[in-house]
């Protein structure tokens, strides 16, 4: 089988686009925010919304409409606020005007953020902060541990050294503000924990209910989890309204996005406060509810189950990359970025995404449970669609 590049675009982006609509027409977030959110987590150069609005709503409505005809596939039944819009031959972009709103500001005084966690995003989170002048103190389960997030910060500030974006001086200041240590105590006096810890309910509640006892009143207790209930985070606490999600995306130092999930016990304040911390640190929040995927990942991981799904069907995996590349203009095709982000958190996204949603089309693709079976995770380990050994 060999597809066109615009074969290849309708039928991975085509849904994409659907889906961005229904999210839309559900309420679940703005227009602004949903092709933000895709802009900034994912690099893309235009949100789904705007590219649907240059494709022609009615092109794309006309397109999924013959698809589905064939498929019988309810993902590729047209939206019912896409039919509506292609049918005034209108736009999303009239949709969404009027929404700007007001720069948040930092309700709560921050100095020092404490992270948990010592893997790839909780390092880049920490590098963010203390890139951006805070004090970071950093806990870890072991020294090794604590040393591995100091080596990975220290080789990205190489990097933009090497590049000629930033020099010894600078490299020597950030460092400087990161402080590791093995206990949770160490975070009793920070104004803002954010933790990165194992993606378990489990872990990350009895991580919540340590943190509450051992975190001054009045500082907020921030998850990045991307698909845990944050709510029940809250619940593990004496202190809900001060509990939100902050879903950064990876690399961390570079995506511009964090979602900001609010639960319906988190203060507006709070709220108010991580956005304008998220601008301070040169990065773009977009609201989202407590629901798994929130914006990104809903929209992302259906999109890269459905190229696993081609790929079955005959198609070569480099050839959906480059095309992908080519005609969306994305920063990475779907198999590199799956490789990047891991083929086993991958396969845990989608499988909540199935969970939340009871979308049959959502299941995830047996070739991708197939790689992780086979351990063949991605780039961590040498070995996922491509490889790298
Ligand atoms: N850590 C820190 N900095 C990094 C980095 C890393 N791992 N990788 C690249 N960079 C920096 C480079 O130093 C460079 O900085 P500069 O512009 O200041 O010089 C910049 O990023 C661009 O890097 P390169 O030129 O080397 O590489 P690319 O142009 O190929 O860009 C990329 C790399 C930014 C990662 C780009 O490919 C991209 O945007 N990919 C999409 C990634 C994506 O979609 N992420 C979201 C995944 S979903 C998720 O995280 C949710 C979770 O719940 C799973």
Redesign the pocket.
């Known amino acids: 089988m060999s597809a066109s590049n615009e074969q290849i675009f309708e039928t991975l982006v085509y849904p994409y686009l659907n889906h961005a609509v229904r999210m839309l027409e559900a309420g679940y977030a703005s227009k602004a925010d949903i092709d933000n959110a895709m802009r900034f ?3 893309y150069p235009k949100g789904p919304l705007t590219v649907l609005d240059e494709l022609g709503p009615a092109t794309v409505r006309d397109a999924l409409a013959a698809r589905h005809a064939a498929t019988g596939d309810h993902l590729h039944q047209p939206a019912g606020l896409l039919e509506e819009v292609a049918a005034q031959g209108g736009s999303f972009e009239a949709l969404g005007a009027g929404s700007v709103q007001a720069a948040p500001e930092l309700r709560h005084d921050i100095r020092t953020v404490g992270v948990v966690g010592t893997g790839t995003m909780a390092s ?1 989170i920490a590098q963010v902060f203390a890139q951006s002048g805070y004090d970071v103190v950093f806990v870890g389960r072991s020294e090794d541990k604590l040393a591995g997030v100091t080596s990975y910060i220290t080789k ?1 500030l190489d ?2 050294i090497a ?1 000629g ?1 930033s020099d010894e001086a600078t490299k020597a200041e950030v460092l400087a503000r990161l402080t590791g240590a093995t206990t949770r105590e160490a975070l009793a006096d920070v104004d803002i924990v954010v933790e990165a810890i194992a993606e378990d309910l489990a872990i990350k509640t009895e991580l919540f209910v340590d943190l509450d006892r051992i975190v001054k009143q009045g500082a907020i207790l921030a998850t990045t989890t ?1 698909s845990l209930p944050i709510t029940e985070l809250a619940k593990a606490t004496s202190r809900p309204a001060d509990v939100i999600g902050m ?1 950064f ?3 961390a ?3 511009k996005l964090v979602e900001v999930v609010t639960t319906e016990s988190t203060s507006p304040e709070v709220d108010e406060t991580v956005k304008a911390l998220c601008a301070r640190t040169g990065k773009v929040a977009v609201s989202c509810g407590d629901r798994a995927g929130f914006i ?2 809903c929209l ?1 991981f259906p999109y890269l189950n459905d190229a696993v799904l081609l790929a079955e069907a005959g198609e070569e995996l480099g050839t959906i990359d480059a095309a992908i590349k080519e005609t969306a203009g994305f ?2 095709g779907p198999f590199e ?1 799956l490789d ?2 891991g083929n086993d ?1 991958s396969l845990a ?1 989608q499988q909540e995404l199935y969970r939340e949603f009871d979308e049959p089309g959502f299941a995830p693709a047996a070739t991708l449970v197939a790689k992780v079976d086979a351990g063949e995770l991605g780039r961590k380990t040498k070995k996922g669609f491509h490889d790298y050994s």
């Open positions: 987590g994912c690099g880049g990205n990097r933009a590049r974006k991307s879903h995306f990876n690399p130092p570079v995506m990104v990942n992302l920063p990475m970025l990047v982000v958190v996204i």
